[in-house]
C-alpha cells in the first residue's frame, strides 16, 4: 500500500469529520500496487446512514484530502444504502484494502 502512516491519519481524521466516525473508508486501486508509481488515491467510503447530497459529498470530500495530501488526486467513491450499487463497489470491495 503506498500510502504514507500520515496520510492514512488524514484521510481517516477527513472522512470522520465529514461523515463521521463509523464510516469505513477502503483503498483501492493503483495505490494498493506497491511496485507502481504515481496514480491517483481511491476510496471507497462506506456508510451506514443514507445521503441526500451524494455527489457534493463525495466532492467535499475529495478534495479536503486532496487539500491534506498536497494536492494528490483523490477519486471518491460512496456506498449508502440509498445509492445504487455499480459494478465499481464491488471491485473496491474485492481488491480493496481498510484503511
Do not use: C, W
Amino acid at each position: 500500500m503506498r500510502l504514507t502512516p500520515f496520510q492514512k491519519q488524514a484521510i481517516h481524521r477527513i472522512v470522520a469529520e465529514q461523515l463521521g466516525s463509523d464510516a469505513r473508508v477502503l483503498l483501492f486501486g493503483s495505490r494498493l500496487d506497491d511496485n507502481a508509481r504515481g496514480g491517483d488515491v481511491d476510496l471507497l467510503v462506506e456508510l451506514n446512514y443514507p445521503l441526500t447530497n451524494p455527489a457534493e459529498t463525495a466532492a467535499s470530500v475529495s478534495v479536503a484530502v486532496m487539500r491534506a495530501l498536497n494536492g494528490r488526486k483523490i477519486d471518491v467513491v460512496l456506498s449508502a444504502p440509498n445509492l445504487p450499487e455499480q459494478p465499481i463497489h464491488r471491485i473496491a470491495r474485492e481488491q480493496g484494502a481498510l484503511l
